[in-house]
């Protein structure tokens, strides 16, 4: 006999979840293990760190000579490099892992990032077109709502709502710097899906119905990861394609993007900032 599920209406990711209690496994208990397996200092992480899931910002800073490693940094799935923003007068350190691309793999980054010390995450990934409106050529979309067509935000959060939400402030402050900034941004809702090749038309023109601007892979996860733990994470689309229906697509721009995404993170980093030294004086 079968054993039936408890609602067989419901798909069974949903089932035996239990958002308010810790979990077994921590992201600390397995730095602890592999700082000892791999003589790894206990160093704390930059306090700003960044997820690159296209790798292109990693592969510029390499170009360039401007990435170091991050000897603290004690993940077994990716390296992390640290480097200084152009222009940055304070000269901070800014840990970047690249290649960390889908849902479970960036909030498994995540996780270990805000366990060694990050207090404000930024993921900058690619992104397809949904909306027909959107500006030609390639622009960016500061992520306010994410669609939950992936598995890993209902492991953080329950299954009520179809979207998950940016923190306001951090948004509200992330988009007047950016508007500011000379590029090209929109603010709006994106789809984050599991299966980038089972985009079909169909669920194309359901997203777009949705009020959905592109599509990308991490967003909806980082957000859910980002309330449940209270964490600070800010999520940036780069639209530079349009599912490759087109010949020539892909195309981000100098650098493959890596100079204006690291103009896009300047602003939000610097107003960040500012928010820190007033919440100090207050």
């Known amino acids: 006999m079968k054993p039936v599920r408890p609602n067989a209406t419901r798909p069974p990711i949903l089932d035996g979840k239990h958002h308010g209690a810790p979990s077994i496994f921590r992201p600390e208990n397995l730095l602890r293990e592999a700082r000892r397996q791999r003589g790894l200092p206990n160093q704390p992480v930059p306090r700003i760190c960044l997820l690159d899931p296209d790798g292109d910002i990693v ?5 360039d000579g401007r990435g170091e490693p991050f000897s603290g940094w004690a993940c077994y799935h990716s390296d992390m490099l640290t480097f200084t923003l152009p222009g940055d007068a304070a000269a901070e ?10 849902a479970p793999y960036a909030v498994l980054v995540a996780e270990q990032m805000f366990a060694s010390g ?5 993921s900058v990934t690619s992104a397809g077109r949904i909306a027909a409106d959107l500006p030609d050529g390639a622009c960016f979309v500061l992520i306010d709502r994410a669609l939950r067509d992936e598995g890993t935000s209902y492991h953080y959060l329950p299954d009520h709502r179809s979207f998950v939400e ?3 402030s951090l948004a509200d402050s992330g988009f007047r710097a950016l508007s500011s900034s000379g590029l090209s941004v929109l603010r709006g809702a994106t789809w984050t899906t599991d299966a980038p ?3 079909t038309a169909e669920a194309i023109a359901w997203a777009e119905s949705q009020g959905v601007l592109a599509v990308e892979m991490e967003a909806a996860a980082l957000y859910a990861f980002a309330q449940a733990r209270a964490a600070s994470v800010l999520c940036l689309a780069h639209v530079t394609n349009r599912m490759a229906q087109v010949e020539g697509d892909f195309e981000k721009g100098e650098a493959n993007g890596a100079h ?9 980093v610097n107003a960040w900032r500012g928010q820190q030294v007033e919440g100090l004086g207050a």
């Open 260 to 268: 204006d995404a690291l103009r896009a993170v300047a602003a939000i």
């Open 166 to 168: 940016a923190d306001v």
């Open 118 to 122: 990050c207090r404000l995450l930024i």
């Open 59 to 63: 592969r510029a800073l390499r170009r």
């Open 197 to 199: 090749f089972r985009e």
């Open 93 to 102: 350190p800014i840990g970047i892992v690249g290649c960390a691309v889908g």
